[in-house]
């Protein structure tokens, strides 16, 4: 351990140095939080299905449920990501990365090949593997990246999930730009745009993202504050850019120019990191400079015996045990906080009432969201406000994240404000947005996106936080994409069983009522209130059920939440620091400046 004096400020000078920095700031750990800025960006596609489901509705002839079919694939594709997690238990990021990126440019380069009948019209379920590989890939842009960054700052994970989230929330917006300067107006050239770009961009970062053992660094948080106001003004120009679009035509060019405006915010979180990276730099230039001595110990305790001095190795005084196996002790788990092994986790009655809210909350949520294009046109809205629900909910989504996990962050830290209860009153506001679609208030589909919206997108992080919190870091990677599990099976029951056939049923009495036969493979639409209200009445209810039931992890956490969860990540980091200055004082006497010469031969 290195003790080092005081020396004048050091600048950049000439090549050695600008190479040197460039490589503190490739290989640091910031750079790995933009890189994963621009996985999250683009790794959003499965938000933008109301986009271009019409699309496959209308060119392969297919009716609501086999719509929501695809829908319901599409979601556990996404959500389903055990196996991303387990692969990456056992290899490097990179390596899950790379797999997902392939994953993502096969299924939707299928699905493309599909619609604009390249290839003979698919089977149904072949469509609905296409769609669950294209989608599957996200669980592991989420794995590699995100996963990788919650280790790297485990004290600042509320904040971390939330601006890597608030990204996710985000790309449907930024990708609608893009895609609108670079196709236009073509929807079928959106399926391949979303196939290609976001495995480019995986390939570019592969071997960015990887683990590096936390540091800690006093105003870490500060740095994400930096990241998040960059992020707010990006989000802010979308938003803006979504109401002028509303009112005014755009032309491909002026899209060309907004949308050189979205990559420019894309990449100004690079100025936070290189400003952050530099002073690392600086830090570690100093120390080589430094004419001061440097001493190094090697050993902590030294102890005198017959005029001889001995030193001793230092003892650690933590309480070393053998590991848990994954099939020991699975009824038996440690305490909250701790590591659990996998299984103890999953048959955790605490995972089991995360589980059955996130069922309600998260499947009700995503529901609405899937079904934006279809309910606009049975609710009669213009067909040019799809786009517009589908940004705003992509905009919210954003702000409900990032406001989740920065504001739980503050408020646990500052109140002891548990996480569990922000969950109860997120699932508690959505039902405001279901009911505005049920009872068809005017306008309100325009509100009800951005309820919904920003409670679909404030869930995730209170989930995944949750998650890392009662069950430790250890096994994260899976426990993570287990918890993502919740989201397809609420899906498949609120949007495939419910809303979908419930559509499927009024559209068929409204042609039995005009006196018109169906033909085979003939689309099938619905107008009016009554195509989603009964469907809606039903999700608020199981949300309000979800609701419910988190109260009851509310109380079970209440003591934990009332403690000091990051005294343990606090207390490791401190062994260092209190080295670091003991070492600094010994330096200052003869007799330990004596000793410490004796334990470690001169460096000259």
Not at 135 to 153: D, E, R
Not at 472 to 481: D, H, I, P, Q, R
Request: hydrophobic fraction near 45%.
């Amino acid at each position: 351990m290195a003790v080092i004096g005081g020396a004048s400020s050091i600048g950049v000078h000439g090549w050695g140095d600008i190479k040197s920095l460039s490589t503190q700031v490739i290989t640091g750990r910031w750079f790995v939080v933009f890189a994963s800025f621009f996985i999250m960006a683009a790794a959003g596609a499965t938000y933008m299905f109301g986009l271009y489901s019409p699309e496959i509705k209308q060119t392969l002839g297919y009716d609501q449920s086999t719509l929501n079919l695809l829908s319901f694939f599409k979601d556990f594709g996404s959500n389903v990501g055990v196996l991303s997690g387990l692969i990456n238990e056992l290899t490097p990021p990179w390596v899950v990365l790379a797999i997902g990126a392939v994953m993502n440019f096969v299924g939707y380069f299928m699905i493309w090949l599909s619609v604009t009948k390249r290839v003979a019209k698919p089977q149904v379920w072949l469509m609905c593997l296409y769609i669950c590989i294209g989608a599957n890939s996200q669980s592991f842009a989420n794995t590699g990246s995100l996963v990788t960054c919650v280790k790297i700052f485990p004290e600042s994970r509320g904040v971390v999930l939330g601006i890597l989230k608030g990204y996710v929330g985000l790309s449907g917006a930024i990708i609608t730009q893009l895609y609108s300067a670079i196709y236009y107006d073509d929807t079928k050239a959106l399926i391949l745009f979303i196939g290609w770009l976001p495995a480019a961009i995986s390939f570019v970062f592969l071997r960015t993202i990887r683990y590096m053992k936390p540091v800690r660094q006093p105003n870490e948080v500060k740095v994400f504050y930096n990241f998040l106001y960059i992020s707010l003004g990006l989000a802010g120009f979308l938003l803006v850019m979504i109401v002028i679009q509303k009112i005014v035509h755009f032309t491909q060019s002026e899209f060309g120019v907004t949308a050189s405006i979205v990559v420019f915010l894309l990449f100004l979180p690079a100025a936070v990191v290189i400003i952050e990276e530099y002073k690392t730099w600086q830090s570690r230039k100093f120390a080589l400079v430094d004419p001061s001595p440097v001493k190094i110990v090697t050993e902590e305790v030294a102890t005198v015996a017959n005029g001889i001095t001995v030193s001793e190795p230092k003892v650690n005084e933590t309480v070393l045990t053998k590991d848990t196996r994954w099939w020991q002790n699975v009824f038996s788990p440690p305490d909250r906080g701790e590591d659990y092994t996998i299984l103890q986790a999953l048959f955790s009655i605490d995972m089991l009432i995360l589980f059955i809210s996130c069922i309600c909350g998260v499947g009700g949520t995503l529901t609405a969201i899937d079904n934006l294009g279809q309910i606009g046109t049975s609710l009669r809205y213009p067909k040019r406000s799809t786009s517009t629900f589908v940004s705003l909910v992509s905009i919210w989504n954003y702000l409900g994240r990032v406001f989740s996990g920065f504001a739980s962050e503050y408020f646990l830290k500052k109140y002891r404000f548990p996480r569990p209860l922000m969950l109860t009153l997120t699932l508690l506001l959505s039902c405001v947005g279901h009911l505005l679609i049920a009872f068809d208030v005017k306008d309100g589909l325009y509100v009800a996106s951005v309820i919904i919206g920003f409670c679909f997108g404030a869930q995730w992080p209170l989930l995944f936080a949750i998650i890392s919190e009662l069950f430790g870091l250890k096994y994260y990677a899976t426990l993570y994409n287990f918890g993502s599990v919740a989201s397809p099976l609420g899906l498949y029951v609120l949007n495939v069983k419910i809303t979908g056939h419930l559509y499927d049923k009024e559209a068929k009495e409204q042609l039995a009522a005009l006196g018109i036969q169906r033909k085979e493979g003939q689309e099938l639409n619905c107008v009016g209130v009554n195509c989603f209200k009964i469907s809606f009445i039903i999700i608020t209810a199981a949300t309000l059920f979800g609701a419910i039931v988190s109260l009851i992890l509310v109380a079970r956490t209440r003591k934990f939440y009332k403690s000091d969860i990051y005294k343990r990540f606090r207390e490791e980091a401190k062994v260092p620091e209190a080295e670091m200055k003991g070492v600094e004082k010994r330096g200052k006497t003869g007799e330990d400046a004596k000793v410490v010469q004796q334990v470690v031969p001169s460096a000259n």
